[in-house]
């Protein structure tokens, strides 16, 4: 167990419809780090929020946002809902904002698209 | 942007032997590689992690080397065990405004046979 936690497991949705991914980091963790992965396109980072703001910013498509609340959990919106989108997705999180100190994976969010 | 190729993309040895996984990548400023396992339906785990200030880095049964002027570089396992059945994934990142953003390669199956 990594400490980090991600809710919920699984999800199964529609096309065109709208989900939120939640995750939180270790106690004492500052940074949470997004990523997909998926059979087509392998583990892809998609965003990363230090302490509340936006870090960096990868792959992330226009229909998805991050945000990191004061209490550093952090969510994850899809929104118009395509078939690709089917995917293991997991939250990381480390201690600083480097992305070079040992990040820790949660469990993942398994979303599947109908 | 960057590309990480990774090879082979299966490999089956025998309890005991030595495996060899080989990553290329094509930004001559990344300097930071970090080696994950993921076991079956399990998270990415961090194994061994290199910066490019060096050519070898050693944990107990696992190693990695690199290569920067041929930018590649390889994650060595002696004496494999079962447990070592899984999933590794290479990546290489560079610092982007103080995030070390991975890309990832696209993930070695190794299969250890007792």
């Known amino acids: 167990d990594s400490g980090v936690t991600q809710t919920p497991k699984h999800l199964i949705t529609a096309t065109g419809q709208r989900v939120t991914l939640r995750c939180s980091p270790r106690?004492?963790?500052?940074?949470v780090y997004w990523y997909q992965q998926s059979l087509d396109q392998g583990l892809q980072f998609l965003i990363q929020?230090?302490?509340?703001?936006?870090?960096a910013k990868g792959n992330i498509l226009e229909r998805f946002s991050a945000q990191q609340f004061p209490d550093l959990h952090s969510e994850l919106n899809l929104s118009s809902l395509e078939l690709g989108d089917s995917a293991l997705y997991f939250c990381?999180?480390?201690?600083?904002?480097?992305?070079?100190?040992?990040?820790?994976f949660g469990p993942g969010t398994r979303l599947t698209v109908l | 942007g960057e590309n990480v190729e990774q090879h082979p993309s299966t490999l089956s040895v025998q309890e005991g032997d030595s495996a060899v996984i080989k990553c290329t990548y094509s930004?001559?400023?990344?300097?930071?590689f970090p080696w994950y396992k993921q076991e079956l339906g399990k998270r990415p785990q961090l194994i061994i992690d290199?910066?490019?200030?060096?050519g070898e880095k050693k944990d107990q049964r696992i190693a990695v080397t690199l290569n920067k002027t041929a930018k590649h570089f390889s994650l060595h396992i002696t004496e494999t065990q079962p447990e070592d059945s899984a999933v590794y994934f290479c990546?290489?990142?560079?610092?982007?405004?103080?995030?070390?953003?991975?890309?990832f390669g696209r993930g070695t199956s190794l299969i250890v046979h007792p």
């Open positions: 290199i910066r490019s200030n060096v």
């Open positions: 990546a290489a990142s560079r610092d982007r405004g103080g995030s070390y953003i991975p890309t």
């Open positions: 930004d001559s400023a990344s300097n930071y």
């Open positions: 106690s004492g963790d500052l940074s």
């Open positions: 990381a999180s480390s201690v600083t904002s480097t992305g070079t100190d040992t990040q820790y």
């Open positions: 929020y230090y302490n509340g703001e936006e870090r």
